[in-house]
């Protein structure tokens, strides 16, 4: 587990205090007197040497869009975190012991839907009307005690300043949001987007949500980027945009087995290796200058998304 996390990204504040205002002053009271100047600045002559204005920052060239579980985090540390906080719920109010090693050793068994009807048979309980829904409830609704992966915190560290951020998950909006939460990622982003706050036409595998980052970012088709985990419903939405695709395939994900479509340009084990994938062989690249990212992303995933874009075949499945 990390130690850190990223250095937040910042924003200017406006002021409003507006021209001959003492912001120190009293609300409804005069204000204090200006002190008298210890020594006058002469005025600018037509021949005074006046300092260049400072450079505005450049805007982002890609917009680098991350799902959460098993991209960010394991799925399964929220998963032990939910249940802990179940089996403390059910003992507490209803005295009943053991739930939480009972529904962990079923997830491990591959139950998924049903994990706490089955949980409580298992313990003979029969549950009082009502209970199953609390206990959902609870789950969704703790804080998760969950932390970045070590290579999540590197990797956001290192596009913090060079690209737009952003998160895009599905699933119950009170789970995101508490998970988004934990993780303080609110401040780590440029922009969120949880899918259920929006409406079912959000949720992946449609695009709309991905639009939204284009809106965002001013940024679209080839300069953008998303990493997930799930080939069954990650990558199309972006890909029908134009999108690059990257699916990080972590040895301890839920869906590590699932094959990749041909929504999937690139394969990655770990966000050590997007660096790679994205095809920048030193960070300085980014700094350089020379017109759009696009046509500077020249590694591995520019060739397999050249090959493989929307549009460039029969069998492209968008």
Known sequence: MPSSQPTPKTTKALSLVTAGEDPAAPANGPSAPAPEPSAKVPAPTPDTEMPPP????????????????????????????????VGLYAKYEYDIGGLSTTCWSLFQAGVRGDTFDRALAVLEVTPPPGLVSELIA??????????????????????????????????????????????ELGALVDLVVVTAELGRAYAKPAPGAFALFETASGLSGHDCVYVGDNPAKDFGGPHRLGWRTVRIRRPESLHAD?????????????????????????????????????????????????????????????
């Not at 005690?145 to 599905?170: K, M, N, P, Q, S």
């Not at 966000?271 to 046509?295: C, P």
Request: with cysteine; proline share 5%; aromatic share 6%.
């Open 54 to 85: 400072a450079p505005e920052p450049a805007a982002p060239q890609l917009c680098l869009v991350f799902d959460i579980d098993d991209t960010l985090i394991l799925e399964r540390d929220y998963v032990r975190s939910g249940f802990e906080a």
């Open 258 to 318: 699932v094959p990749n479509g041909r929504d999937v340009d690139v394969e990655v084990t770990s966000l050590t290796g997007l660096d790679e994938a994205l095809g920048f062989a030193r960070w300085d690249e980014l700094d350089s200058g020379g017109g759009n990212i696009a046509r500077r992303l020249v590694g591995r995933l520019g060739r397999e998304w050249e090959e493989h874009r929307p549009g460039r075949g029969k069998d492209d499945p968008a």
């Open 138 to 183: 609870i789950y969704r609704a703790h804080r998760p005690d969950i932390e970045l992966l070590d290579d999540a915190v590197a990797c956001l560290a290192r596009w913090r300043d060079r690209a737009f951020l952003g998160i895009v998950t599905d699933g119950s909006a009170i789970s995101q949001r508490a998970k988004i939460d934990a993780l």
